[in-house]
Structure formats: C-alpha cells, structure tokens
C-alpha cells in the first residue's frame, strides 16, 4: 500500500518542479526601428533648388558638377552649396549676402524650406 502512495508523491513533487520551472514571459513586443538613410546628391540638389523657389530667389546659374546654386531675391545674392562627404553624406550651406535689415531672415527660411522639402 505504500508504494502508490509513494508513487503518487513523487509524481505531486515532479509536477510541482515541473510547473515552478514555467515562467510566463512578456508577450514580444516589436519596436520599431528607424534608420537613417543619408540623403542622396539628387534629393539634396532637388530640394535646394524647390527651396529657393519657396522663398522667392531666381536661380540664375547652377552647376551640378561643383554642387553650386546661384540666385538672387532683390539686392540679395544667395550662393547654395551641395556636396557629398566623405561618409556618403549630403551637406547643403545657404549664404546670403545683401542688405540684411532689409530682409534679415532670409537664410534662416532658406534653410527651414529646405529642410521641408526633405521631409525633416
């Protein structure tokens, strides 16, 4: 009589270590990852061009070889720069010269349209 009771025991203890070793993780959750993606010459080129167009400034010469705009808006003359870097980035400069207190922030709003024009 002892020996089922003995055996019943044993499988109590082994089911009772086997259900202690479950642990109910976590449901997974996915993360969304975001990476950046370095902005291509043509992109870069195409959005300075639109922006200069946002904000007034006529393109008067653009060479794609050296990455230069050149325009003006009244009295301004605003020179972009284009270029690739080293790491495969693109790097755009906007610079206005001018009578600034006439229209001081027009840099700034060149660059912000430009950065519109990038989806940033």
């Known amino acids: 009589m002892a020996s089922p009771r003995i055996a019943i025991a044993l499988a109590m203890v082994a ?3 086997a259900v202690q070793g479950c642990y109910p993780y976590p449901a997974y959750t ?11 010459f043509d992109a870069s080129w195409g959005a300075a061009q639109a922006a200069a167009y946002d904000e007034g400034v006529r393109i008067t010469s653009e060479d794609r070889q050296s990455g230069t705009l050149r325009g003006d808006k009244g009295p301004f003359s605003v020179l972009i720069t284009v270029a690739t870097q080293a790491d495969g980035s693109v790097r755009v400069g906007f610079s206005v010269t001018g009578p ?12 912000r349209a ?5 989806g940033r």
């Open 30 to 40: 996915a993360v969304p990852v975001t990476s950046s993606v370095p902005a291509s």
């Open 15 to 17: 089911l009772l270590l």
């Open 114 to 118: 430009y950065q519109r024009r990038m």
């Open 100 to 111: 600034t207190a006439q229209d001081p922030t027009l840099q700034d709003r060149l660059t």
